[in-house]
């Protein structure tokens, strides 16, 4: 008797381990694919494009700043471009303009600074920005020296999209090397100035994760009918569910001034670690087709992914 109660017991024991290791495995799958169902995706996706423009956005700021000043600079700001008409240089080089911040010099102190201080919406009304970037130039080098170095502090910067409410914070730390040399007013006279970027961030999303990603950068600018940014490189990182990834420019990504500074092209390819393979085409139309002119509206991305784990491909088309 006492051995057969025994052996129940023990059935008993062994009934409960598979039923608790099975719940286990089952809240592990539930949680993986939660984060790879199309809606989790897009919203990666989405996150991906948003946090990418936005980083960009403020490189731009502070390339804007840079050539703001003729102690940082190391130059006169003015000049004629190409077709004869002027260049502006300061807070809107070449007609480029932060509109939604307030910016400082400090040329004084032992390290140079530039205080960008972010305080409401933008320009084309898209987006709100609060926050802070100091920039810090080593005194005895200017932006315009060749292989110039300056470190980006972001602290605490919220974007808000207007449209739906989105939001993102971002603090972290950017490097920025002037590799070729020169200021955005030597665009007259030169075929393109290159820039390098290394950025180091943290992400807050509006859900509450919190995430770092690292980022590098190859930057050209040219001129055709204003500045022309070409961009290659990528980043790395966690996503909002928790999923590592590595997002590689295979497109070169294009930002015009002639179209407000936006992302008019290029082309974004995701890995992630949960057997998820994206691409994003940016420029497109509302139908996902390449945009021939600038849009008054939104422009659109398409996102492809593919879902390793069953063979199934989807598409998404979305603005931003």
């Not at 990666?44 to 956005?57: G, H, K, L, P, R």
């Not at 006169?76 to 002027?86: M, V």
């Not at 509109?99 to 960008?116: G, P, Q």
């Amino acid at each position: 008797m006492k051995t057969k109660n025994y052996f129940r017991i023990s059935l008993l024991a062994a009934s409960f381990a598979v039923l608790f290791a099975c719940k286990k495995d089952n809240s592990q799958s539930s949680s993986n694919v939660s984060a790879t169902t199309p809606a989790s995706v897009q919203t990666a996706a989405d996150d991906q494009t948003m946090v990418s423009n936005e980083n960009d956005a403020v490189s731009n700021d502070a390339t804007s700043a840079l050539n703001g000043n003729v102690s940082i600079a190391g130059a006169a700001l003015n000049g004629t471009d190409k077709s004869g008409g002027a260049v502006l240089g300061g807070n809107g080089v070449l007609g480029y303009s932060i509109c939604d911040a307030t910016v400082t010099y400090d040329t004084t102190s032992t390290t140079k600074t530039i205080t960008i201080v972010y305080d409401g919406i933008n320009c084309q009304g898209n987006r709100i920005r609060t926050g802070t970037v100091i920039i810090a130039v080593p005194r005895g080098q200017h932006w315009r020296d060749k292989g110039a170095v300056v470190n980006v502090t972001i602290d605490t910067l919220k974007i808000t999209r207007v449209r739906d409410g989105k939001s993102i914070i971002i603090n972290g730390t950017k490097t920025i090397t002037n590799t070729s040399g020169g200021l955005m007013v030597d665009l007259a006279t030169t075929d393109s100035i290159v820039h390098d970027f290394t950025d180091d961030m943290s992400i807050t999303f509006d859900n509450g994760s919190m995430r770092t990603w690292q980022v590098s950068k190859h930057r050209v600018f040219t001129y055709n009918d204003g500045i022309v940014e070409t961009t290659t490189g990528g980043s790395t990182g966690t996503n909002r569910f928790g999923v590592n990834f590595t997002n590689t420019i295979t497109v070169p990504k294009v930002i015009a001034q002639s179209c407000d500074m936006r992302l008019v092209s290029g082309q974004d390819s995701i890995t992630r670690t949960d057997n998820i393979t994206s691409v994003i085409t940016y420029g497109l139309d509302a139908e996902g087709n390449p945009i021939t002119s600038c849009p008054n509206g939104y422009l659109y991305a398409k996102l492809v992914w593919t879902n390793g784990n069953n063979g199934k491909v989807y598409t998404y088309i979305y603005p931003y």
